[in-house]
């Protein structure tokens, strides 16, 4: 059954397309720290939905 509280809320606002690149980068950035493989950003950036381009912009 489909959460109407959290339905309504989502539906309430929206973010720019910037702004959803950076949480999701920092997300990214967060998760690998500064040890990171490039298999792990490529694993990391298919996982929130965003380039590798994408994440190293927002490093």
Known sequence: MKDEFT????AEFTIDLETELKHKAWCVWKLLGDNYTKYDLIKYCELYGITTEQALKYH
């Open 7 to 10: 339905s309504a809320m989502h």
